[in-house]
């Protein structure tokens, strides 16, 4: 059983157009990150949001971390090719030292020019 | 700024050999994790460590082990390598000591190949 689970699994959009992807449990997460992972590399950290309710802006991208701390969103506005990567939610169950990432499979997003 | 450095970026080893993945967080980080992603995976955690003890432990084989040094670099050891152990094996660093928060940032993997 999935602890995160991601949607879609897939994204296949044109250029210009808004997306969201939704990470949801039933656990509570102390903080939850979102990475982007190019194939055959390490994911790369995009934000991390500890607070609930939380709303986090990079550029296009807005993070969004549920009331409850069970949940997360990411919406990408006017995507462009270069958004184009895996997209990964993870949870931190403890703070610390403690905790481990426990990640979400994925949304692969293709950004068609 | 720098990064988590892996090392070897790819390795290629025959069925019952060993391994050895080494991990240099980025400077000042005394947490380490070692996360294991094999094709269309997600990485699944395997050990971490804080300040040279093991803080943690996820589904990392009986076959493998791991240390972290007192310079805070870390290394996994494989033995008897299987054709399932081929896959990705990724390093994270962060800063553990009194954080609410887990921030952990990612090396560039190593790619493990074992025929």
């Known amino acids: 059983t999935q602890l995160l689970e991601q949607s879609p699994q897939f994204l296949s959009i044109q250029e210009g157009e808004n997306l969201t992807v939704y990470c949801n449990s039933s656990?509570?997460?102390?903080?939850l990150q979102w990475y982007r992972q190019e194939p055959g590399e390490g994911p790369v950290l995009l934000v991390t949001?500890?607070?609930?309710?939380e709303v986090k802006k990079l550029k296009r991208l807005t993070f969004q971390f549920g009331d409850a701390r069970k949940d997360s969103s990411l919406h990408i506005t006017a995507a462009q090719p270069g958004d184009t990567g895996l997209y990964l939610c993870a949870g931190a169950k403890y703070g610390g030292s403690q905790g481990n990432l426990i990640f979400g499979k994925g949304t692969k997003l293709s950004v068609k020019p | 700024a720098a990064g988590v450095i892996q090392s070897p970026r790819h390795l290629i080893k025959e069925k019952r050999e060993t391994a050895t993945l080494k991990c240099y967080p980025i400077?000042?980080?005394?947490?380490v994790y070692w996360y294991q992603q094999g094709p269309g995976q997600d990485p699944q955690f395997l050990i971490s460590f804080y300040e040279k003890m093991q803080s943690d432990k996820g589904s990392i084989p009986d076959r493998f082990s791991a240390q972290q040094f007192s310079d805070y670099h870390s290394e996994l050891n494989m033995s008897s390598l299987e054709l399932g152990d081929s896959a990705l094996y990724f390093c994270?660093?962060?800063?553990?000591?009194?954080?609410?928060?887990?921030?952990?940032?990612f090396g560039p993997g190593t790619r493990l190949t074992v025929l």
């Open positions: 994270a660093s962060s800063l553990g000591t009194g954080l609410v928060y887990n921030e952990q940032f």
């Open positions: 949001v500890v607070t609930g309710g």
């Open positions: 656990s509570v997460f102390s903080s």
């Open positions: 400077p000042r980080h005394d947490t």
